[in-house]
């Protein structure tokens, strides 16, 4: 198989310490070898030295998180994430796409969406959206809010970008949205191991949010923010010019100068770190500030918070690869955040609200799961 | 038996799920930590949930003459999990209940795959300690470092696991489970097989369950610095210490090779000409750890320490090990290989045996960084090997040699706390003689007739070298 030099001496960096056992959401919610950093290092090892590629093999490396939480322990800092996105870009090129993966480059490419849904539907959330908020739509802006595929494409995320909409209103921040003209940004298909297909979804991107004149960018999601702000610079070969900020760096503001106002909530609430967010990009304290200054809340971190936070099975692709693996790490998760006493446990990112929905439905933990957005925009709403 | 029908049995057990026999899961089974170990793959890999499933496949495996290879997380750095020949993989990891906190007896009891970190922090709920803490702490399991008797920082003033297991539960190499040891603190009846089994690194027996015991957690604690410019003086503050009848929870050093690399990796601050770091840490109550500290510090100074430091809150602390946490990482990112080694000497001899482990170095042109347990005499040279290089294996070899010879002949011993495994296993003459050898090998087949537990680790089945 086709693998660069580079990322192959990468993988004979690992010394088979096995400290990730300890931070690989995968291997916890299994306890085998095959689900972990090391073994995936360790089989990749072994199997490239030959010409048979099995479909296990790719079963496996498809089945890694990219969490990033296995490197950020490693004593040599093997760059176990980047080494499988490498892997799966190889495994596609010699053996072309996955079912999944060929669904997804579909739905990305020629529909536009992750979802491969008509693109006039990303607009369905607006029609429940109170009409005292008024949502300027490709029009001239401060900021541009992209609020990503599955928030305006999946009613039960709706909430996601209504909230973070109503909030915009209500601290009179001015923005605008492009409605049918957001495309994904193409992260699933850059971590799918496709990147030349990524690429392609980039420039546009960028071109599009340039010929609209404005420079600042904001999401809820924290995938496009990682993908925008650290992949789409490093694909282009230049820097986009542009700034992109997460939402929740923007309420964090908001609510420190007085234009939001959280009215009292007597709850005990965790925080839950988006993997995207926090460890790959640093965004920890925005959250925190925000939850801590509401009155009246007892805010408990979890056992594993910041770079230590468990992945919530919804990383790296996996609920598309294999939602029952992704089912177990998302009660993982669950059953950490049920561990602190909280009610709710708060995201800052649709992808984490979704899995650990699930994973709290099916684990029956009586917990209730929101991204911030939800629970700042009912405080603050008249 | 095909592998065919070997996994319907195993199977019928297990069910299908816990069983794996494709190459790509077995691939995963076939190594452990240890650098300078083949990997083998085994023929399958079971992942069991009771101790009656392993009673089970214990019996297919005596009845077929199957090699069977215990393993829990497999960070042992003597090769002691591989599976050397082929057979099956005992996966521990899923057994991982602790199934009880006796506050009473100051007792855990766990299952064989429970994380010892787990552990500890059950344990810290009720205001209890167990004290055993190596190095892979937060992925190791109970029953590795049992069959392992894993030490760790705290052994100086704590000891090792050895002296925290109570009781044990086996399976043998005829499939039958026995219990020994208990929640007594006395118990002599019958021979002390608890402590057989301490260690036998899964050679005489599966340990499934264990009853281990747990102290009350220290009040307070504080940590210090100290750094010589000579080794000599290091040494001479080290037996000052313990003279002084002070016995710090840990007492670590670094060596010079070391102390480069930490400061090259992490810009700590430390002097890149200074010879030895010593970290000490003391705990207990308050106003002894407070006197303690001040006179570790006074001693330090009264033998010629050019700088030391006192942690008193715990960001201060963090920062402080911050440097000894970065030892072992720091050399990992040096080389392409890193062969850690423990071999052990009586702490009076520390300074010598550092003295030695840097002329060896010298000798064969390969880097060591040594750092470990100075308070125990527990060092850990770790050799920074290309194997690419030609000739570096015999090299390493030679210089590894040398090592134990030097250990030996300063009253040590070859493993401190990593084991014997395949690694160590033709050395293991040296420190027993013919006499000794035999002894352990009348034990080995007594337990094990047909050589199927473990095979190929800590003694030589049928005498003579093994690989």
Redesign the interface.
């Known amino acids: 198989m086709k693998i660069d030099e580079k990322i192959l001496k990468e993988i ?2 690992c ?8 931070y690989c959401p995968t291997y916890q919610a299994t ?4 689900y ?1 950093a ?2 995936r290092m ?2 990749a090892k ?2 490239m030295n030959g010409d048979d590629i ?1 479909d ?2 790719r079963t ?1 490396i498809n089945q890694c998180l990219l969490c990033g939480s296995c490197s950020e322990h490693c ?3 093997v760059h176990i994430p980047e080494i499988a996105e490498r892997l799966r870009c190889a495994l596609n090129e010699k053996y072309g796409l996955t079912a999944v993966g060929e669904r997804m480059r579909k739905n990305i490419t020629e529909s536009g969406n992750v979802n491969g849904d008509e693109q006039k539907n990303r607009l369905l959330w607006l029609a429940n959206l109170s009409e005292k908020y008024n949502v300027k739509i490709n029009a001239k802006a401060e900021y541009l809010y992209l609020p990503g595929c599955v928030s305006s494409l999946y009613p039960s995320s709706y909430a996601v970008v209504q909230s973070f909409v109503g909030l915009l209103c209500i601290s009179g921040t001015d923005f605008t949205v492009l409605g049918e003209n957001e495309l994904c940004c193409g992260y699933p298909l850059f971590i799918g191991g496709m990147e030349s297909e990524a690429k392609s979804v980039a420039r546009e991107n960028v071109k599009c949010v340039k010929e609209l004149g404005i420079d600042k960018i904001v999401t809820t999601c924290p995938s496009c923010y990682y993908m925008w702000k650290h992949h789409y610079p490093e694909l282009l070969g230049e820097e986009t010019g542009l700034k992109v900020i997460h939402g929740v760096e923007l309420l964090a503001e908001l609510c420190e100068n007085g234009k939001l106002h959280p009215r009292e909530l007597n709850e005990t609430v965790t925080y839950h770190d988006p993997c995207d967010l926090g460890r790959k990009s640093g965004i920890f304290e925005s959250p925190r500030k925000i939850l801590t200054s509401i009155p009246g809340i007892t805010f408990k971190e979890m056992r594993k918070n910041r770079v230590d936070a468990v992945c919530c099975g919804g990383g790296g692709n996996l609920e598309s690869n294999d939602p029952v693996l992704s089912g177990k790490v998302s009660a993982l998760r669950i059953s950490q955040a049920a561990e602190t006493g909280a009610t709710t446990i708060v995201s800052c990112c649709q992808q984490c609200r979704r899995t650990l929905q699930s994973g709290a439905r099916t684990t029956r933990t009586r917990i209730k799961v929101a991204d911030i957005t939800e629970l700042l925009f009912k405080l603050c709403e008249e | 038996m095909t592998v065919e029908l070997l996994k319907e049995r195993l199977e019928a057990i297990l069910g299908a799920e816990n069983v ?1 026999t ?4 077995l ?9 300078n170990v083949d ?1 083998y793959i085994p023929l399958a890999v079971v ?1 069991p949930e009771t101790t009656e499933q392993i009673a089970e496949i214990v019996k297919i495996a005596a009845e077929e003459k199957i090699p069977l290879f215990p393993r829990g ?3 042992n750095l003597s090769g002691g999990t591989v599976p050397v020949g082929g057979g099956i993989v005992i ?1 521990m ?2 057994m ?1 209940k602790i199934i009880e906190i006796d506050e009473d007896n100051l007792t855990a009891t766990v299952q064989a ?1 429970v ?1 010892i ?1 787990d552990l500890i922090n059950e344990a810290k709920k009720h205001g209890l300690l167990y004290a055993p803490d190596p190095g ?1 702490v ?2 190791a399991t109970m029953g590795g470092s049992i069959a392992e008797c894993a030490g760790g920082l705290r052994g100086v003033k704590y000891g090792v696991t050895r002296d925290y297991v109570m009781g044990v539960e086996v399976v043998s190499a005829d499939g039958d489970v026995s219990r020994f040891g208990g929640k007594t603190v006395k118990n002599v009846t019958g021979y002390s097989m608890t402590q057989l089994f301490v260690a036998s690194e899964g050679t005489l027996g599966i340990i499934t369950e264990a009853t281990v015991r747990l102290i009350p957690l220290p009040e307070s604690r504080r940590s210090m610095m100290a750094v010589f410019m000579d080794l000599e003086s290091a040494g001479k503050a080290i037996s000052a210490i313990i003279r002084s009848h002070i016995i710090p929870a840990t007492l670590e050093i670094m060596d010079n090779a070391t102390i480069r690399c930490v400061e090259e990796t992490t810009g700590a601050g430390l002097p890149v000409d200074a010879e030895a770091v010593l970290l000490i840490e003391v705990d207990g109550f308050e106003g002894e750890v407070v006197r303690d500290a001040e006179r570790i510090v006074d001693i330090c100074k009264e033998f010629g320490a050019e700088r030391t430091e006192r942690a008193d809150t715990d960001t201060e602390r963090d920062s402080l090990w911050a440097a000894r946490r970065a030892a ?2 720091s050399l ?2 040096r080389a ?3 062969i850690l080694e423990d071999a052990t000497v009586p702490r009076s001899a520390v300074s010598e045996m550092l003295r030695a482990v840097s002329a060896i170095s010298e000798k064969y042109g390969i880097p060591i960084g040594t750092f470990g347990h100075a308070g125990d005499g527990n060092l850990h040279p770790t050799i920074l090997a290309d194997f690419s290089r030609d000739g570096e294996s015999e090299k390493v070899e030679a210089a590894i040699k040398d090592i134990f010879a030097a250990a030996l002949s300063l009253g040590g011993t070859l493993s401190g706390e990593h084991g014997i495994g395949v690694a160590k296993i033709n050395y293991m003459k040296d420190e027993f003689g013919d006499s000794g050898l035999r002894l352990m090998r009348k034990i080995k087949k007594a337990l094990d007739p047909d050589n199927i537990l473990n095979p190929g680790k800590l003694i030589p089945f049928d005498g003579g070298d093994v690989i």
């Open positions: 004979e960096t010394v088979r310490c096995g400290y990730c056992q300890a306890r085998h070898e095959g972990n090391r073994g360790q089989l072994a199997v099995s296990l093999f496996r004593p040599p800092g | 794996l494709e190459y790509e899961d691939v995963c089974y076939s190594f452990d930590a240890t650098m990997a992942l997380a497999g960070t996966s990891c899923r991982n795959g994380v970190e892979t937060h992925c072992l990482p990992i990112k392409s290989s890193t």
